[in-house]
């Protein structure tokens, strides 16, 4: 087994220099903690390795340096960086992630190079993968990714993490890939985001644009279940902490506290990107300056702002509005001997950053959006022994974590300037008592563990699925079952028929049988030995209508009626609804598009296939929470169904028909087969040894699962046949 990383970079950069090929390897959060991931596993990693290696001959050589590494490079030309990284994904997904809708740009070409790109990512696992191993994609760039691996090797277990916000249904809604990319994600067996409001966006989205219904974190698919779960990512926290203890961060820093010693130093750190609320941060501070002039010679906002993706306009745009806006501020406060802003537009050594963060007596980190913001993480973990305060915006993923920090809403530059006082004004001792409980839940919540814990969720996720999945009825079991039936002389064969013999239909009235249905059931009804009950939550008109010229038995609402030999029996007498119910009913069709009311003599359903998944999800619970009391009253039982909420006498259910069924017959071969949760009645009321088979989603009571509506009646007839 490996373990097989796949992200847009590799965790090495190469650089051509007069010739020749030199590599730096990256220090990121990522590459860090899956190099201390306490496994034992060999380990894999493909992505792009930073250079346009044109020719043959340079894509050898940077690809046999890498080899010894296990690193396997996915080489992209110019072109497709351009369309593929700067367009569709950084131009499109990356705004679109981070709600600045009005910078998105839609460009065709961009789309298609975004599918080309994620498809050269899964020729090169193609490669590499194995079935057992677990394969780890990550972020927003290979979001196809998932299900192109699943589609070439379904025996490999597949996680997706994704690192930036993932947004509100309402914006996601607006690509028109919206459903590509979600199948794509849906190939991983688990996906998951740093916080539960992006988990949750994903699962509104999911269930709208492709019709899915997810119960809590699961989804259960044809052939296995997808988890979604929230896992913050951490940092190497030790690696920060004791940072100090290194003699290059103790002089920077001393020099620092030298060189300041008069001042109040606060700090911003963050890659050029106009998601970082960098201008409202610059604009909160400003405002800071002009209310409290007490403060004047006394502040110093340090500025450090690593270059981001220059060539894309939108951030050589804001690049200029920083810089004048920088500009202005020092111009308007700085003197001999102050500078209101240091403005620093490069990257620093991981020595020069922890001396700084160990210095700062604020870490102002205020993004108009983050997926997570590991800066104020570090923050925190650099502050050995020392006071420090950070202000932190409610629309990072670390806010979640962080609670002892100031929150604050980075579109607002007077809570900006409020913070900055606040935290310049706290006393040392609440200073202490905050940074304690930060540093304890940033060193707990490591990079380590939380990759450990994705690897470990994985692992699980795979195992249940490969549980699930050996009832998946092969040609093994298939031949298991006809020769049973052979073998047999007293046979009870009994079917639903929505979802099992007939397809849903938009409209219950429209799921009329077809020819091939009902020749189907003429074939299994024309064997003397066999028994074929229709079992359907129907009304028994509608089942007499469509099914009532076969020779088979039909029990509809559930078994409160039944018809054997040419006879409908009612097992109840009908009963009056109360007014009360009928009235909650039929408002809650008023207050819901695209819902209807089925009155039937001893049930009534409310039917929502058709209802925008989140107002369901929402009508659903109020509707039952109304029904509570005047059905507990009549002694009714609210049920939830496929895409209903049905109430009904308890007396009568799928699995009382079968008790009535087996009262005074017995049989030696038993095949019942459904799709729904009322299903579930009649496998639990089966006696042992039955061949019990769920249709679509996975069954924990039945025996088999045929992944498929569509197989039923082709496998009916081939075990009526033998064939």
Known sequence: M????????????????????????????????????????????IGWPGVDAKSDEDQETISRHLKEKNFHPVFLSKKEIKEYYEGYSNSKLWPLCHYFFTLIQHENSHWESYKRVNAMFADAAKKVMEPGDIVWVQDYQLMLLPKMLRDINPNVSIGYFHHIPFPSYELFRVLPERAELLSGLLGADLVAFHTYEYMRHFI??????????????????????????????????????DAIL?????????????DYRDHKIILSVDRLDYSKGILHRLKGFAQF?????????????????????????????????????????????????????????????????????????????????????????????AKRDTNGVLILSEMAGASIELIDALIINPNDTTQIEEAILKALKMPDAEQQERMKWLQKRVSKQTVNKWAGDFIRDLKAIRERNMSLFSKVLSSDYEEEIKRSYRNSKERLIL??????????????????????????????ASDSRNRVVISSGRDHNTLERWLGGLNIGLAAEHGAFYKDNSEWNKNTPPKEWEEDILGILQQFVERTPRSSLEVKET?????????????????????????ITPCTREHLQIMKGNKIVEIKYPEFTKGSEVNRLLKNRSYDFILAMGDDVTDEDMFNALPAGSYTIKIGTLSENARFNLLNQSDTLPFLRRVALGE
């Open 2 to 45: 490996k373990l097989i990383i796949i992200s847009n970079r590799l965790p090495v950069k190469a650089t051509k220099i007069k010739g020749s090929y030199r590599f730096a390897r990256s220090e990121g959060g990522l590459t860090t903690g899956l190099d201390s991931l306490d496994m034992n596993i060999e380990r894999h990693w």
């Open 204 to 241: 509104s989205a999911a269930e709208r644009v492709l019709d899915i219904n997810f119960e809590l974190d699961e989804v259960r698919l044809r052939e296995r279940v997808v988890r979604v779960d929230a896992l913050p990512m951490g940092i190497n926290y030790n690696l920060y902490y």
């Open 246 to 258: 290194n003699p290059k961060v103790a002089r920077i820093a001393y020099k620092l506290k030298k």
């Open 289 to 381: 300056l002009e209310n409290n002039p007490e403060y004047w010679n006394r502040v110093s906002l340090f500025m450090i702002i690593v270059p981001s993706r220059d060539s894309v306009e939108s951030y050589s745009g804001l690049k200029t509005k920083i810089d004048e806006t920088i500009g202005s501020i020092n111009g308007i406060y700085s003197n001999m001997n102050w500078t209101p802003v240091h403005y620093f537009y490069h990257g620093f050594s991981f020595e020069e950053l922890c001396a700084m963060y160990h210095v700062a007596d604020i870490a102002l980190v205020t993004p108009l959006r983050d997926g997570m913001n590991l800066v104020a993480k570090e923050y925190i973990a």
């Open 495 to 524: 079917l639903d028929y929505d979802g099992t013999l007939s397809p849903f239909k938009p409209k219950p009235e429209d799921a009329v049988p077809t020819d091939e249905i009902l020749e189907t059931l003429r074939l299994l």
């Open 603 to 627: 049930a009534l359903v409310w039917h929502y296939r058709k209802v925008d998944a989140w107002l369901a999800s929402i009508r659903v619970q109020q509707l039952i929470e109304s029904l």
